[in-house]
């Protein structure tokens, strides 16, 4: 995704902190509000310090509480614009993209118009060539070209583009085509297509609070109400004592009290959560969803392409009975001429170069595409006869349906690739079967420590994956994984998830795409390939633009440490109270007594109260960094995260405040 640049993202952060005082944006933020109005008060009471009756404050103490409390209010809304800020700048990266385009529409008869690209609708042909931007979404028919797709992805490299596998075919309007020419059906109506949305997203258009901050929200409130109440009901005994009470020192008491730090930070914290997830080239579709990941128990993770390398490539033609290697590939290339998976060209390359040729004219023969629930594919000939290749287990079902049967010796070869951890694939020509394919793929190097890391974290994993049972637990053991299912469907996808959740899980997945939709969208996080089809980005509520199924893993460490960074900081805020409690209330009763109980010792009340509004006020900004980038993670479990940040957190607020506000109260009876 495109980068903001820094001077300017600040510029227009400090811009728009002025901007957010509007009362309608303010109230939104119920403990900043309380402050603002507070403003409002003792900027009156500068004014007129007797506007309330008697007062025992001064215009220019009044002034300088007025002047610290706006700038608790500024500071509150810089951290929001701040964090707002990256994703405005994105956004208009993104909409520097779409500039008015036109497009050579395909009519029906064959011929070419040429139209605005806002004139194209879901389901329209049209033809693109080298130099163009693609001006819609959509899916390759016709051709092969390369594609510069660095205007999503910020990736320079350009990707191939051609028809017929789901991880190449799909295109996005917005990106420039480098070669050649390309014949694309549209898939989305103008204004809805991905760059559209990414752009929708990132600005926060479709923030909207997810209900953990709703939830948080509504509790500082709450405890707002609370002070509010309490610092309202002491005027009566403080009078009754005789020391007038001034509005000015109550406002100071109440704004020290209310839990101004993590009211200030929260909606920053969870914007910048959102932020992280787009700098690594995920795009979320709403807070909820980069909460959800922190709150994942169950990871379910396909083996080929996420556990694995994934490009599979055929190793070794293993026959079996009284066959030869040169005749197992020739009926692998026969079952393969019409298979475009990456899988399949190898085979034929293979093939070819160990001599086969094809025994019949592919003119009129015709391919069966591989599907994840028939696990074959293969080749028909108008003479009825039959070539296929695919999962062991299915081409043995294939062959007993014709009136065959597997050859003793298949188990062998079968197991002899199965233990190798490689996926073996049966070929046969009508009944007969000739041979097994070794397709060889590695486990991606470093996934056992993620594995570990997530084990720590309390998250299952659950490889699944279509391959046989052998293959799958050698991959399983060698990987790392907690549990694995073997010989899946893509029903059983769902039912996994199903099954975890009614156990009360949150469960995430990956797909590239191919049957994944449906499972993509029961699962509580889904996080689809931008390579992807276009039913699974619209089914998942994450896309990752570089399609990287293994981002999952680091999705779920970005969601704990958005949770934990407002636990922290909740904490922090909650506990710094007491410090400024103890800091403003013998300020309030010094011609009584009380004052004597200056525990920490005050230069003097007035000195005081504006020490404890001025750290109140300052460090706001000191953790904004800490809010944006949110506190150190370790991967460790719930509970022991709870017990650290509680060490860290509540005792660090407890004392840090006490420490700040005698040295800012030294530093006040300097001046
Ligand atoms: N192009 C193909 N032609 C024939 N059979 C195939 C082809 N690709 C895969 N298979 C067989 O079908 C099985 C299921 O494929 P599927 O894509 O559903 O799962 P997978 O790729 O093995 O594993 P995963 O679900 O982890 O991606 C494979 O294990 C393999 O035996
Ligand atoms: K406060
Ligand atoms: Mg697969």
């Not at 899988?343 to 034929?348: A, F, R």
């Not at 093939?351 to 025994?359: I, M, R, S, V, Y």
């Not at 062959?399 to 073996?424: F, H, I």
């Not at 590239?512 to 089809?533: C, F, I, K, R």
Request: hydrophobic residues 45%; proline residues 5%; aromatic residues 4%.
């Amino acid at each position: 995704m495109p980068k903001a640049n820094l001077a300017d993202l600040y510029s227009r952060a400090l811009r728009e902190a002025f901007g957010k005082l509007n009362p309608r944006i303010m109230i939104k933020n119920p403990v900043m509000f309380i402050v603002w109005v507070g403003t409002l008060i003792t900027a009156l009471l500068t004014l007129n310090p007797n506007l309330f009756g008697r007062s025992s404050t001064s215009a220019g103490f009044n002034a300088s509480v007025t002047v610290i409390l706006l700038l608790t209010v500024l500071f509150a809304n810089f951290a929001e614009a701040v964090a707002e800020g990256r994703g405005k700048a994105q956004a208009d990266a993104l909409r520097s993209t779409q500039t008015q385009t036109y497009a050579q529409r395909i009519l029906a008869d064959g011929s070419e118009e040429r139209v605005s690209s806002t004139d194209l609708r879901r389901g329209d042909r049209i033809a693109v060539s080298a130099g163009d931007l693609i001006p819609a979404d959509g899916e390759v028919l016709e051709g092969v070209a390369s594609v510069d797709e660095s205007a999503i992805t910020g990736e320079s490299a350009p990707v191939l583009k051609e028809p017929g596998s789901d991880v190449a075919s799909s295109v996005t309007g917005g990106t420039r085509i480098l070669s050649d020419n390309l014949v694309i059906r549209v898939t989305a109506d103008p204004g809805k297509g991905f760059i559209d949305r990414m752009i929708a997203l990132v600005e926060g258009a479709e923030r909207s609070k997810t209900p953990n901050e709703i939830a948080l929200t509504v509790l500082l409130a709450v405890l707002t109400l609370v002070f509010l109440i309490v610092v309202a009901t002491l005027p009566p005994p403080a009078h009754y004592i005789d020391s007038p009470v001034s509005i000015t020192l109550l406002i100071a008491l109440l704004v020290a009290l209310i839990p101004t730090t993590i009211g200030g930070l929260l909606s920053a914290i969870g914007i910048a959560g959102m932020d992280r997830v787009a700098q690594f080239n995920v795009v979320a579709t709403s807070g909820r969803a980069v909460e959800a990941c922190g709150d994942i128990s169950t990871l379910v993770l396909d083996k080929t392409g996420t556990i694995t390398l994934g490009n599979r490539l055929v190793e070794e033609f293993i026959p079996v009975q009284d066959h030869s290697v040169a005749e197992v590939a020739a009926i692998a290339l026969a079952a393969s001429i019409f298979d475009t998976t990456p899988e399949g060209k190898s085979i034929v390359r293979l093939a070819e170069k160990l001599g086969a040729t094809l025994p019949f004219d592919p003119q009129t023969a015709e391919g069966v595409e591989f599907s994840a629930r028939t696990r074959m594919s293969g080749t028909d000939l108008p003479d009825g006869g039959e070539f296929r290749k695919g999962a062991v287990d299915a081409i043995r079902g294939f062959v007993r349906s014709r009136g065959g049967q597997a050859p003793a010796d298949l188990d062998a070869a079968y197991e002899q690739v199965s233990r190798l951890g490689g996926t073996p694939l049966a070929v046969c020509q009508n009944h007969d079967i000739y041979g097994v394919i070794y397709l060889k793929d590695i486990i991606k190097p470093g996934i056992q420590e993620r594995f570990n890391q997530l084990r720590r974290m309390g998250v299952r994993t659950i490889m699944l994956t279509g391959d046989n049972r052998i293959t799958a637990s050698v991959i399983a053991k060698e990987a790392g994984v907690d549990d694995f299912i073997a010989e899946a469907t893509p029903e059983d996808k769902i039912q996994v998830i199903q099954q975890e959740q009614a156990a009360g899980k949150l469960v995430a997945m990956t797909g590239d795409g191919t049957n994944d939709a449906p499972a993509l969208a029961q699962a509580n996080v889904g996080l689809a390939m931008n390579s992807g089809t276009q039913a699974a980005k619209e089914a998942s509520n994450m896309v990752d633009l570089d399609s990287d199924p293994t981002k999952l893993i680091d999705l779920v460490t970005i969601g704990k440490q958005l949770l934990i960074t407002r636990g922290a900081l909740t904490t922090f805020s909650l506990a710094n109270d007491i410090a400024k409690y103890f800091a403003i209330i013998p300020a309030m009763f010094t011609s009584t007594g009380i004052g004597t109980l200056n525990v920490m010792g005050l230069n003097s009340p007035q000195s005081a109260v504006l020490a404890a509004l001025i750290y109140n006020a300052l460090i706001i900004p000191a953790l904004i960094p800490l809010a944006l980038r949110g506190v150190k993670f370790r991967p460790l479990s719930a509970n022991q995260l709870l017990q650290r940040n509680i060490l860290i957190y509540g005792l660090g607020g407890l004392i840090a405040p006490f420490i700040a506000i005698k040295l800012i109260d030294l530093s006040l009876s300097r001046l």
